[in-house]
């Protein structure tokens, strides 16, 4: 084998690495995150509004969820989109988790009940328009 034919396959090899990465550490951390709440692959699916089989294909990295349903599934089991894909914290969605958290208790139930809706609405409007 010459020089030329034994350098393109490394080429290829290394171009693949992230994607591998990618693909893999999502699983990983999918799994983790599924497990952390008892969330079943049928729950998942309904609030992602995927078919279950594509949540299994999801945990199996068969293929990658899309961007809108990505940002739905990071919403649901509460972690950044980058996170799922890459392992990177969001550090101010993690502070600002925090401070939402700590100022619930102190909301009235209907200031909970309008800020609800809120989340719900930015949810609904977001898988109309992916």
């Not at 490394?10 to 969330?39: H, N, T, Y």
């Not at 939402?100 to 949810?123: C, G, V």
């Amino acid at each position: 084998m010459g020089k030329a034919e034994s350098f393109y396959p490394k080429i290829c090899r290394a171009a693949a690495l992230p994607l591998l990465r990618v693909m893999s550490g999502f699983q990983d951390r999918f799994r983790i995150e599924k497990a952390k709440l008892r969330l079943s692959a049928k729950d998942i699916a309904r609030q992602v509004g995927v078919c279950q089989q594509t949540v299994y294909d999801w945990l199996a990295a068969r293929q990658h969820p899309r961007m809108h349903h990505l940002s739905s599934l990071a919403a649901l089991l509460n972690v950044s989109a980058d996170y799922l894909l890459y392992g990177t914290h969001d550090s101010q969605r993690q502070q600002l988790l925090q401070d939402l958290s700590a100022t619930l208790p102190q909301l009235s139930t209907y200031q909970i009940t309008i800020l609800l809706h809120a989340a719900l609405e930015f949810r609904r409007r977001e898988r109309q328009n992916p």
